[in-house]
């Protein structure tokens, strides 16, 4: 399958679809026992759920790999954004794979599992702690790090590795 971006059109009707599905869905969706090869360690919950989306880990070979997945009949604006986040996170593991001095990991991404009513982009597991699990003055430095070394990714990007990324126009927000 191959991934792109939506256009505007599918944007303004996925908007459309979300807000419809939010309000007036009353099912949860909970991530499949199977996907695929790979099999369900436990979900990913941060105090509220979403309707068509989950978060979880699934294992294969003991290994153990992070798992965003959307389901519906219909995309919405959760899998476009599921989908662009896998492009974006393809592109931006590859660039700190190439400056690994920026001084954070991203996961990388393994594959995407796709039907008429589920998408699942699967990515690399790396363990470690909620940043809400530290102090104020670490949560602040690990932020800076962050935004030092993505502005030092990003002033490096040639033209077409930056159309790769999605620009946020304000019709967006509306």
Do not use: C
Not at 159 to 167: D, E, V
């Amino acid at each position: 399958m191959k991934l792109s971006r939506p256009n505007f059109f599918q944007i303004v009707l996925g908007s459309l679809i979300l807000a419809f599905k939010e309000r007036f869905s009353h099912r949860y969706f909970n991530p499949p026992a199977k996907l695929g090869k790979y099999s369900l360690v436990k979900r990913i919950t941060k105090g509220y759920r979403f309707k068509n989306t989950a978060v979880a880990v699934y294992g294969y070979q003991s290994k153990k790999y992070l798992v965003k997945l959307w389901h519906g009949r219909v995309r919405d604006m959760k899998y476009f954004f599921l989908v662009d986040e896998f492009l974006s996170t393809k592109i931006l593991w590859g660039l700190v794979k190439k400056h690994p001095a920026v001084g954070f990991k991203v996961p990388q991404p393994v594959e995407v599992i796709s039907s008429k009513t589920l998408f699942a982009s699967i990515y690399e597991f790396i363990p470690g702690r909620s940043l809400q699990d530290y102090s104020q003055n670490h949560q602040a430095k690990v932020i800076s790090q962050v935004i030092n070394g993505l502005t030092s990714l990003s002033t490096d990007l040639d033209p077409k590795t930056r159309s790769g990324f999605s620009a946020r126009r304000p019709v967006l927000y509306l």
